[in-house]
T-cell receptor
């Protein structure tokens, strides 16, 4: 079946370092991907998205890379700050008239001061 | 910040009680969703709606029911709560016609504990 999963369940980095969170997906028909950040006690918050016709998209301190050949998605956070500590989820949408998102298992990012 | 609201934020109730979790959005979005999330785990879709009077069951089987009488309102009801229903329930909404982008905006969630 379709699935989205993360390679690493936890990631600990030093403040100021760059962070990379990875995600694998299995549905080759997926044409849209999102990264969400979820802080404790809150709902997921949109970080950045990318459509399948792109392989890279940059935001403020964040970059998403999409490798459709190996069905891999990554989120890069530059100069990680303590406020970046949260659980990060990738999600995919298989497109067409399907507006549902399939979420992967989260990665807990801990930023050490 | 997304204009999507959920009440209550926390609810502790006894087994057998009927409860309704409220979700409202002021963005005029046509699509709304309910997810169930256990601590530290991924989100599982339990219900969704693509417009007024349209509701569908999600990928995870749930004993809850939903209704969509107004665009902005998507309440979830449990007729008889059980301890197995203890979880966090997240509501989200999205709109069509954004060039293939299906970004969903989430509410803060309701943490439900059934004793």
């Amino acid at each position: 079946g379709e699935s989205v999963g993360l390679h690493l369940p936890t990631l600990s980095v030093q403040e100021g370092d760059n962070s990379i969170i990875n995600c694998a997906y299995s549905n080759s028909a997926s044409d849209y991907f999102i990264w969400y950040k979820q802080e404790s006690g809150k709902g997921p918050q949109f970080i950045i998205d990318i459509r399948s016709n792109m392989d890279k998209r940059q935001g403020q301190r964040v970059t998403v890379l999409l490798n459709k050949t190996v069905k891999h998605l990554s989120l890069q956070i530059a100069a990680t700050q303590p406020g970046d500590s949260a659980v990060y989820f990738c999600a995919e949408n298989s497109g067409g008239s399907n507006y549902k998102l399939t979420f992967g298992k989260g990665t807990l990012l801990t930023v050490n001061p | 910040e997304a204009d999507i609201y959920q009440t209550p934020r926390y609810l502790v109730i006894g087994t057998g009680k009927k409860i309704t979790l409220e979700c409202s959005q002021t963005m005029g979005h046509d699509k709304m969703y309910w997810y169930q999330q256990d601590p530290g785990m991924e989100l599982h879709l339990i219900h969704y709606s693509y417009g007024v009077n349209s509701t569908e069951k999600g990928d995870l089987s749930s004993e809850s029911t939903v209704s969509r009488i107004r665009t902005e309102h998507f309440p979830l009801t449990l007729e008889s709560a059980r301890p197995s229903h203890t979880s966090q329930y997240l509501c989200a909404s999205s709109e069509s016609g954004r060039g293939g982008r299906n970004e969903q905006f989430f509410g803060p969630g309701t943490r439900l504990t059934v004793l």
